[in-house]
């Protein structure tokens, strides 16, 4: 049953409002052998609810003055509370401030959509029972990871909204739509690099390789081969590493295409986890146990970065434009080509710009999906081939095995 068909009577809004109280109260009443000086507990704090649904009710009756009146009489209480806090040299607001709360969320349970006072009771009552684990986040967050979250938040909630949603141009270039699919890559990107981050340098440099794939496996492919060019003890270590980015690299392109045009699912999903299977298989290797810690990914970059997500946007406008000409003026055969350059490159944005706006529903666009990442599976092959010289023969069969597979697949 949804909250929506329930038939939310003063009664059960009373109700709500008691229980909001109270489970906030059960906390505050924990917390009272850990903290002398707690504002509310067990019984406080669903009466503060209970007085600020009945300030609600009186002022949905027409004493309007009820309800700010009532809200300074609990700011009252909890600054006298404060200042007796102070004297004793204790300087926490958390329990004032989640009693103003409570009044608040006792007066909406009457007033508004039951679904917010709801939210705001919990949540109230999660970031108070939560505190040890949130100030250990906190202690081991670092500025760089700040910095990538408040990157994250201006490209999604400040550029983005602002951004016209509709069409320029006769290539039909639509700002808003551009910058979300900006948005999902770098998304993807960005859960990649946080559990490389976190995770990466515990189990070795294999999982680093899966995690990093996430982001870019082109950037693992030149990181791991600079590694095994400058330790070449680790060289087969680092090209495990750099398949298993490779490999990861047909499931990120398949999600993707699953966010942004799932029609497309039907011909590529069995074709791409083929690819990603055949990767897995020419990665395995036996596992040297002297190696699982020892020579981690450098620092992949934020894909949350400003400048190559606006590159990242520029170069998916462009490669619209030319995949509009190319389709009108050469068809299939263009499109196989303009694919196997640009896999030396980024194929996302060729692979994006495909199925964003398909031109020519004639044309099977996964053929030059699979073009593309052959082209760029042959690029990866070359830059580890260059950096990694006490494994060239191996790492060029491995690689060889996994391009080749990417013919039948084409073809069948």
Not at 7 to 34: D, I
Not at 204 to 224: A, R
Not at 294 to 319: H, S
Not at 380 to 386: D, L, R, T
Request: include cysteine; aromatic fraction near 12%.
């Amino acid at each position: 049953m949804e909250l929506s068909t329930i038939e939310w009577t003063v009664p059960l809004r009373f109700l709500v409002a008691l229980a909001l109280g109270f489970l906030v109260g059960l906390e505050r009443e924990s917390t009272k052998g850990e903290q002398k000086l707690v504002f509310g507990g067990v019984r406080t704090h669903p009466i503060i609810s209970l007085f600020g649904f009945g300030c609600a009710w009186l002022y949905s009756i027409g004493a309007s003055f009820m309800l700010p009146m009532g809200l300074f009489a609990i700011a009252l209480l909890t600054a006298i509370s404060y200042v007796a806090k102070i004297k004793t040299e204790k300087y926490g607001s958390t329990s004032e401030v989640s009693a103003l709360l409570t009044f608040i969320t006792g007066a909406l349970a009457m007033l508004v959509d039951i679904w917010i006072a709801m939210a705001m009771g919990i949540v109230n009552t999660i970031l108070l029972s939560e505190k040890a684990t949130l100030e250990s986040y906190v202690e081991k967050l670092t500025k760089v990871e700040f910095l990538a979250l408040i990157k994250f938040l201006l490209v999604t909630l400040i550029i983005y909204p602002v951004l016209p949603d509709y069409e320029f141009t006769p290539f039909k270039i639509n700002p808003a739509r551009v910058w979300r699919i900006v948005i999902i890559v770098s998304s993807l990107g960005f859960v990649g690099y946080v559990l490389q981050k976190k995770f990466g340098e515990r189990l070795g440099l294999w999982l680093s390789g899966v995690f990093g794939g996430i982001v870019s496996s082109t950037v693992v492919t030149l990181s791991v081969g600079r590694l095994a060019q400058k330790a070449p003890e680790r060289a087969n270590d680092a090209l495990q590493a750099a398949l298993l980015a490779a490999s990861v690299m047909y499931i990120r392109v398949l999600v993707l295409v699953w966010i942004i045009s799932p029609i497309f699912l039907f011909d590529l999903w069995y074709r791409l986890l083929f690819l990603s299977f055949i990767g897995v298989m020419v990665s395995l290797r036996k596992q040297n146990t002297q190696s699982k810690a020892a020579g981690t990914l450098p620092e992949l970059q934020n894909p949350f970065e400003i400048r190559p997500a606006l590159g990242f946007a520029l170069l998916f406008v462009i490669l619209s434009v030319i995949t509009k000409y190319i389709v009108s003026g050469i068809g299939q055969e263009g499109l196989w080509a303009l694919g196997a350059v640009l896999g030396f490159a980024d194929i996302e944005p060729f692979i994006l710009s495909l199925i964003q706006n398909p031109i020519n529903t004639e044309i099977n666009i996964w053929q030059p999906f699979i073009v593309a990442m052959m082209s760029n599976t042959v690029a990866k092959g070359i830059y580890f081939f260059y950096f990694s010289y006490s494994n060239r023969k191996e790492s060029a069969i491995r690689y060889l095995i996994l391009v080749l597979a990417h013919i039948p697949v084409i073809i069948l």
